[in-house]
């Protein structure tokens, strides 16, 4: 057959556009069936799924107000879904993206409150830094425990994070306390000038900057750079990558540390943006969320930047569901489970409405 | 509590009667986690399953005043959400351990949602078997109060060993576990047998959240499990797939579990919180010690995973 005789879809729908066609249109679709589900147990819980619909939809994107607190809740987010998402790469399913976060914020209090005389630019770099160190050296034992003793990843990371909230107890109940934190105990709390302010204009604080820029250097150090090469071989087969001279352990332990960095600095930012000080608000489940937000975005940090804003409007609506439909809080976690599941299942779908050479199967 | 009056002796005795009461669910859910890995697959998702479990029984211990038919609706929950996981988990390029994760949000976002009306009634706790009663310390007497659905536990764990060594179904799951592909020559059909194990898994989880929230600690709130399901994977490994040897660890994490309580009861607790965190430390550190990069898991199943 003459190529000129083909259909004119077979020809456009090449292999490339297919794929990229696929990428866009099953997590949509994932998107738009989860919403169906959801409406579904609404129905049955007896509250109007439209009428929810339209308040998840108001309270996250439909007012600057509201889109500002929706992007409050993604800063976290993107940060605490690289965790995931980079040692993806590698094969490696980390869920220590809560842990990361509360030593983190524990490490950025402790420089925050040890240096409180230096100049304030001074005190935010090194709360940057001491949340960076923290929460790599935290997912990077995990990375190096995997390598040099093969304990499973997705176990130990899971260990350190009920490690983590024991240790934030600890510390704050204790040897940090501040004794006027009498209801919730809590860590001396960082002077006022020595926090992150907000973006001119907003309410939003610069985490947001922190997150958008981990994002985009995220990207591009996985798919622009020789050593996220070298990662996604060892991912890919890691015979092939040991046989080829790559360095598996250093990856491994290296993009560990890069993914538990960008948790801890998640932790950095909810402490010297939001709340001040360390205490257990630092454990509110921006870890399970992340984890959430990286296999949506399948692991893509430039798609965690969007997916991250998502799933921040339908956390952020949480309130407005309890206020105006009765529901309980627990609601938008069923929703991020239903979520999940969805999009999980629609992994399975991935090449089965394109056929791998050219033409659409019908 | 009264263990003031036993001075020192009373922190062994609050060990050992942490043990007794902490140890079912550990027990509970590391047989449904044996039961699912035999068969190859990971279920992380049965913190999802245990909190379910917790929350039906309670609901239905509250409505109907029955405790043990709460213990039978916590099982059966369990079950569907066994199967959502079964099938789901057996999807082609579906990850069981992610399926896990967006379990245990499924799973615990139901229970807070139909539980939240539950917190504040009580209902009517599981009944305790008194083996205390030859003693005149009052403190011997309540670490002895044994729950019957604890001595159920301790009971299905040889009855599992056998089941695996010794039957005609175990040899199935054992065959599905290690060998899909000898188990398909062999005429089995690899999807029912791991469709039932987990299901069957997801049911003694199932009951034993029944046991967190009707006998020990006995109340329903958001906090009740606090990551005794998660635990339930570790558990397995350190017991190396061995039914018996889950029982054997239970015990130990129960009574990890119980350090930090015993010894804040003579005044030390300056360290509460790092003694609660014991059996995940403990977990740690047993896999440390155990595994190793040169080798597969002794016992592990052969497809486990894959």
């Known amino acids: ?362 | 509590m009264a263990t003031e009056a036993l001075g020192w002796w009373g922190v062994p005795l609050a060990i050992a009667a942490g043990t007794l009461r902490g140890s079912a669910p550990f027990l509970f859910v590391s047989l449904g986690e044996c039961l699912t890995e035999k068969s190859g697959k990971i279920n992380l998702g049965l913190e999802g399953t245990l909190l379910t479990g917790a929350m039906s029984a309670y609901a239905i211990a509250y409505l109907t005043t029955s405790p043990w038919l709460g213990v039978i609706m916590a099982g059966v929950a369990g079950m569907i959400l066994g199967v959502i996981h079964g099938w789901l988990s057996q999807q082609p390029r579906v990850n069981d351990v992610a399926v896990g994760i967006a379990m245990i949000i499924f799973g615990s976002g139901i229970a807070f949602f139909l539980g939240k009306p539950f917190i504040q009634p009580s209902a009517p706790p599981l009944p305790a078997l008194q083996f205390g009663a030859w003693s005149s310390l009052p403190q011997v007497q309540s670490a002895l109060q044994i729950s019957p659905l604890f001595l159920i536990g301790i009971a299905i764990a040889p009855l599992m060993q056998w089941f695996f060594r010794a039957t005609r179904w175990g040899l199935y799951i054992r065959a599905v576990g290690d060998s899909p592909d000898a188990a398909k020559a062999m005429g089995i059909s690899i999807f029912k047998v791991r469709m039932l194990c987990i299901i069957a898994g997801s049911f003694l989880a199932g009951i034993g959240g029944a046991y967190l929230s009707l006998y020990y600690p006995g109340s329903w709130n958001e906090r009740i499990s606090g990551g005794q399901g998660l635990m339930a994977v570790a558990l397995v490994i350190f017991a190396r797939w061995q039914p018996m040897q889950c029982l054997y660890a239970s015990l130990l994490f129960g009574g990890a579990q119980a350090i930090g309580p015993a010894l804040q009861s003579v005044g030390i607790d300056s360290y509460y919180y790092l003694f609660n965190a014991s059996p995940y430390i403990l977990t740690l550190l047993i896999m440390i010690l155990t595994c190793s990069p040169k080798r597969t898991l002794n016992g592990a199943p052969g497809a486990l995973g894959q």
């Not at chain 1, 799924?49 to 939809?57: C, L, T």
């Not at chain 1, 001040?276 to 965690?304: C, D, Q, T």
């Open chain 1, 1 to 362: 057959m003459y190529r000129s005789q083909l259909p004119i879809t077979k020809i456009m729908i090449n292999r490339y556009n297919s794929r990229t066609l696929e990428a866009i249109c099953i997590p949509l679709a994932a998107l738009l069936f989860s919403l169906l589900l959801f409406g579904i147990f609404c129905a049955f819980a007896g509250a109007d799924p439209f009428g929810v619909y339209a308040s998840i939809y108001r309270s996250a994107f439909g007012s600057w107000r509201a889109f500002q607190n929706t992007l409050l809740r993604a800063a976290p987010l993107m940060l605490s879904s690289l965790c995931t998402a980079l040692p993806a790469r590698l094969g490696l399913v980390i869920i220590g993206n809560e842990g990361a976060i509360i030593v983190g914020g524990l490490g950025a209090v402790a420089a925050g409150l040890s240096l409180s005389t230096a100049p304030p630019t001074i005190v935010q770099i090194a709360m940057a830094i001491a949340s960076i160190v923290c929460g790599g050296l935290w997912i990077g034992a995990v990375g190096a425990l995997r390598h040099y003793r093969g304990v499973n990843e997705t176990i130990s990371s899971l260990l350190l994070n009920y490690i983590a909230i024991a240790l934030l107890n600890h510390l704050v109940g204790g040897p940090m306390r501040d004794p006027s934190s009498l209801n919730k105990p809590s860590s001396y709390p960082i002077a006022e000038i020595n926090m992150l302010g907000d973006i001119p204009g907003t309410r939003v604080h610069y985490g947001l900057i922190y997150g958008l820029v981990a994002c985009v250097i995220a990207y591009f150090l996985i798919q622009r750079t020789t050593f996220g090469f070298a990662a996604r071989v060892a991912g890919g087969n890691i015979r092939a990558a040991r046989i080829a001279g790559l360095p598996v352990g250093k990856l491994t332990i290296m993009i560990c540390f890069l993914a538990g960095s960008c948790a801890g600095l998640a932790g950095m930012v909810e402490v010297a943006a939001v709340h001040g000080r360390a205490n257990e608000s630092l454990n509110a489940n921006y870890g399970y969320s992340g984890i959430l937000v990286a296999f949506i975005a399948r692991h893509n940090p430039l798609a965690a930047t969007l997916v991250a804003i998502l799933l921040g409007g339908i956390l952020a609506s949480g309130g407005s569901l309890q206020r105006s439909h009765n529901l309980p809080d627990a609601t938008v976690l069923v929703f991020q489970g239903l979520v999940f599941l969805v999009v999980l299942f629609s992994e399975s779908l991935y090449g089965r409405f394109f056929k791998d050479g050219s033409a659409v199967t019908t």
